[in-house]
């Protein structure tokens, strides 16, 4: 009986932690190892994380009846931290960029 609750929880755990994967994440982790060194020049000390994030959609702020898909990617330069978002348009299968943003992670 036990064995059969600790694989349940496990199902389970597996299960809420499975994220979608969006067409569009190689894409956004090929633009994410471009945008650090965009703002920070080449440096061996750039890392880009491996994961991409599914967000929220946002509305088009051209056409409320329109939303955007929004992919997370995390770098690191040295010490410092970087949140990296990429909008695309919902165009099936294709990868439309629209837009990108990127955010130091820090406490001031």
Same mark, same amino acid.
């Given at each position: @009986? #036990?064995?059969? *609750?600790?694989? *349940?929880?496990?199902? &389970?755990?597996?299960?809420?932690?499975?994220?979608?994967?969006?067409?569009?994440? &190689?894409? *956004?982790? #090929?633009?994410?190892?471009?945008?650090?060194?965009?703002?920070?020049?080449?440096?061996?000390?750039?890392?880009?994380? %491996?994961?991409? %994030?599914? @967000?929220?959609?946002?509305?088009?702020?051209?056409? %409320?009846?329109?939303?955007?898909?929004?992919?997370?990617?995390?770098?690191?330069?040295?010490?410092?931290?970087?949140?990296?978002?990429?909008?695309?348009?919902?165009?099936?299968?294709?990868?439309?960029? @629209?837009?990108?943003?990127?955010?130091?992670?820090?406490?001031?």
């Amino acid at each position: @009986m #036990k064995k059969l *609750a600790v694989l *349940a929880l496990f199902l &389970a755990c597996t299960w809420v932690n499975a994220a979608p994967v969006h067409h569009c994440a &190689a894409h *956004a982790q #090929k633009l994410a190892e471009k945008l650090l060194p965009f703002h920070f020049g080449r440096d061996e000390r750039i890392a880009i994380d %491996k994961s991409v %994030k599914v @967000m929220s959609p946002i509305r088009n702020p051209a056409n %409320k009846a329109q939303s955007f898909d929004v992919l997370e990617v995390w770098g690191s330069v040295y010490k410092g931290q970087y949140k990296m978002h990429f909008i695309y348009a919902q165009l099936g299968g294709d990868c439309v960029l @629209m837009g990108q943003e990127i955010l130091e992670h820090a406490s001031l």
